[in-house]
């Protein structure tokens, strides 16, 4: 049995990655939308009004956004009327995301600190469920992908938007160079942690290519899976339903 995970390009306990990506974000959750629009030139907001397109949220139904600490998906979620739970395993990020909510005027999201592994909410109770940018620091990614089947009713829906390799030629190495380089410069000197981005772009480096994720996610029950490759795979949005 394999008792190490991933933390970047380091193999560590289970419990050890669990507390050291805490402390990541914990560091990072007042400059984390700042540094992602930093980083992607403001490109991340695109990526994210595409994801919601995808989910189609209608008014009314019950939406868990997993990892959604500061809100970004969870305030578009919310504009169609669709009753959204944001939960992270981060309190550090939910308290961003409660104080953006309140500047914003933006009322009724229900906020849960939970462990993607380990939900507290009964089975067959959300009618979609979302994770954007959070599935590749989960510790054990088939435990979350379970969970998220769990809690789906039958009909209900996956969607997760998650950094990827980009398959375009040159794209691929200028990308390379640009995020082992100056993204951990980036982070330094916006955030004042250079450690915590050096590691968020090893762990998209560690997670897995869009083909074995897909395979992950219909292997945790979900039917009709599809990937949706953004920038030749840079991002990709991944789907399934629960039938």
């Not at 695109?46 to 998906?73: C, H, N, S, Y």
């Not at 998650?162 to 916006?190: C, M, N, Q």
């Not at 599809?226 to 039938?243: C, D, F, N, R, T």
Request: with cysteine.
């Amino acid at each position: 049995m394999n008792d190490s995970v991933s933390f970047g390009y380091e193999e560590v306990p289970p419990e050890e990655k669990t507390a050291r990506v805490g402390a990541v974000f914990s560091s990072v959750a007042r400059k984390y939308d700042m540094m992602n629009d930093a980083m992607s030139g403001g490109m991340h907001r695109l990526w994210k009004g595409r994801f919601v397109q995808r989910v189609k949220p209608q008014p009314g139904e019950a939406i868990l956004d997993m990892a959604g600490g500061t809100g970004d998906i969870a305030f578009r979620l919310a504009a169609s009327g669709a009753e959204v739970t944001v939960a992270d395993i981060n309190q550090d990020m939910l308290d961003v995301g409660i104080e953006r909510a309140m500047d914003r005027g933006i009322t009724g999201l229900v906020w849960s600190c939970q462990n993607a592994e380990d939900l507290a909410f009964p089975a067959r109770v959300f009618d979609a469920y979302t994770i954007a940018f959070g599935i590749r620091n989960v510790t054990r990614i088939d435990q979350a992908l379970a969970e998220a089947y769990r809690v789906l009713k039958f009909g209900g829906r996956f969607f997760c938007l998650e950094f990827s390799t980009t398959e375009w030629p040159g794209f691929r190495e200028a990308y390379d160079a640009y995020s082992h380089k100056l993204v951990p410069r980036l982070g330094k000197a916006i955030a004042g942690d250079a450690d915590s981005y050096r590691y968020l772009v090893e762990s998209i480096r560690r997670f897995p290519p869009m083909p074995e994720f897909e395979a992950m996610i219909r292997n945790a029950g979900f039917a009709r899976t599809k990937v949706e490759p953004i920038m030749g795979g840079l991002v990709a949005i991944h789907s399934g339903w629960k039938v």
